[in-house]
């Protein structure tokens, strides 16, 4: 597998997920098709394994590499969205389910998408930039200063987050912000130098918390944690790789919610991870997308189960 495209998590998830022949699986997050490829591997032919993408870019590339498993089926659909993911399955319910959330490093690599501020690109972030959507220079431009303040600190914890909105209307009342490198340079100038986090760049929070406004994540996210256990199957398991704590708290408190159940009588999820999985230091070391990785499961219980 090509440097930067190696699935973060890849053996603790497929350990977790435990794909075996003849299931129905769902990858919610396909991106590049790796955990997709090794899942379809060990389904088998008499499987079936939707994968799904709101990113039409990422259903072509990962389409090239699980082309050779004709019990793939590819679907342009948010994660969120069972009716299209139960469509695609011909009705059926899942055995197991993976969210391996944010964007590919092919995404992030490609200057004119937008999401990264090393390459000089249009500040688009839109995961389908066919499918309508506000872009993040829209944002830029129209949303009031405490708006802005506000989602740089909702969305990235961005303790700057005031000055930096100021600088943003400041610097748009002479000229709009158009590029990722003009936005990462004001951000970086509008927070104190000994106030630089370490080991990231300083814009870094602030791009998060544009991408996840722009692509609605949270919203999404929480969505797909509210239905997917009606969407399991008995037995079925789900497994959730978050990147930042506002994902893997909706991921904690939603599978506690349904292990819990309707006013605590006991719900039908288990956890499998009471913790939280996280890399090893050799993953994190030679993989920084891994550093920040959370990997949560957990399994519907069988019907026997769940009279004990
Ligand atoms: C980190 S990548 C997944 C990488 C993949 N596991 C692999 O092994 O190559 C995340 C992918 O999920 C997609 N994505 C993120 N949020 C989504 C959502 N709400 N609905 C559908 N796809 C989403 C992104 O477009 C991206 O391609």
Redesign the pocket.
């Known amino acids: 597998m090509a440097a930067g495209?190696i699935?973060v998590l890849f053996h603790e998830t497929l350990r977790l997920l435990a794909p075996a022949p003849g299931e129905v699986f769902l990858?919610?997050?396909?991106?590049?098709?790796?955990?997709?490829a090794e899942i379809a591997g060990r389904i088998g032919p008499g499987g079936l394994l939707v994968c799904?993408?709101?990113?039409p870019s990422?259903l072509e590339a990962a389409g090239e590499r699980l082309g050779s498993f004709p019990w793939v089926r590819t679907v342009r659909?948010?994660?969120?969205d069972f009716a299209a993911l139960r469509e695609a399955a011909g009705g059926r319910r899942f055995d197991g389910m993976l969210l391996?959330?944010?964007?590919?490093s092919l995404?992030m690599d490609d200057p004119s998408r937008g999401f990264a501020f090393r390459g000089e690109g249009p500040l688009d972030m839109r995961?389908d930039p066919g499918g309508g959507g506000t872009t993040a220079a829209e944002i830029l431009r129209n949303a009031r200063e405490k708006e802005l303040a506000d989602l740089f600190y909702g969305f990235g914890e961005e303790r700057y987050s005031r000055r930096i909105a100021r600088a943003v209307v400041e610097r748009r009342r002479r000229e709009p912000i158009r590029t990722t490198t003009e936005l990462a340079e004001l951000v970086a100038k509008a927070i104190p130098r000994k106030g630089w986090p370490r080991g990231i760049h300083p814009a870094t929070r602030v791009f998060q918390a544009l991408r996840i406004a722009v692509?609605r994540?949270l919203e999404?996210l929480a969505a797909f944690l509210e239905a997917f256990p009606e969407h399991l199957s008995p037995g079925g398991r789900v497994a959730v790789i978050s990147f930042h704590s506002l994902e893997d708290r909706l991921v904690k408190t939603a599978f506690r919610r349904h292990e819990r159940g309707a006013e605590g009588k006991g719900g039908t999820l288990r956890l499998l991870t009471r913790k939280p999985v996280v890399p090893a230091e050799r993953e994190s070391r030679e993989n920084p997308r891994a550093r920040s990785a959370k990997l949560r499961a957990a399994r519907k219980e069988l019907p026997e189960e769940e009279s004990t």
């Open positions: 495209h699935p990858d919610g997050t396909t991106g590049a098709g790796g955990h997709a799904a993408d709101a990113d990422m659909s948010d994660f969120s391996d959330l944010g964007i590919s995404q995961r692509n994540e999404s």
